[in-house]
């Protein structure tokens, strides 16, 4: 992860990189899709100055909003074909529907704001794959200081072992947030993939 202070203008003004062993967690209980991320710090750039960093979790799994737990909380709109990386892509334009259930948060002094995101994803058509998702809110939250958020996802084919087609998972997150006196970005970059899986028992005595 690379946190970036920047100028007004865009001039980076403070760097800090970071690596972590990042797991997420993904299941489904009794209907409501459970979404669990944790991460433990592999490297951490010794803090040179106490400068307020963007802490940011949860973009590169923003496609949960297909699934069908969000799905209905979106109205998708076609937005025609785009090419991307020398392949024709189905590009789909979403917007969510305020006041029902959102997969994202702003967290702010001990509470949590759902945020109502917009953004465009692109698709293969023949798979259903998608390569890319940007997302931001359409107008800012003066009253908690946020101005603006855009976030921009790439994807990129992971293969695992035993599994015939690879799978297309986060290769690059980029978020940038600013407020009314401060200006973020922060690069999260994935690599080196592995697939876990767990069984548990439970067993009740009587």
Known sequence: VIQEKLSPNGKVLYKEESSYDYLVTLGDTGGELTLDESRVAEHETARKKNIPLLVT?????LFVIFHPYYAGSFDFSDA???MVGGKMLHKLHYRHVRGTRSPTALALRGREYPLDLEGDAWIEAESGTIRRMTA???VGIEDLGLRSLRS???YGPVTFRGVAKPWWLPEQAVVEVETARQHWRNTHSFSDYRQFSVSTEENVKQ
């Open 136 to 138: 931001s809110i359409p």
């Open 57 to 61: 979790n949860g973009f590169a799994m």
């Open 80 to 82: 025609g074909e785009e």
């Open 152 to 154: 921009d996802v790439t």
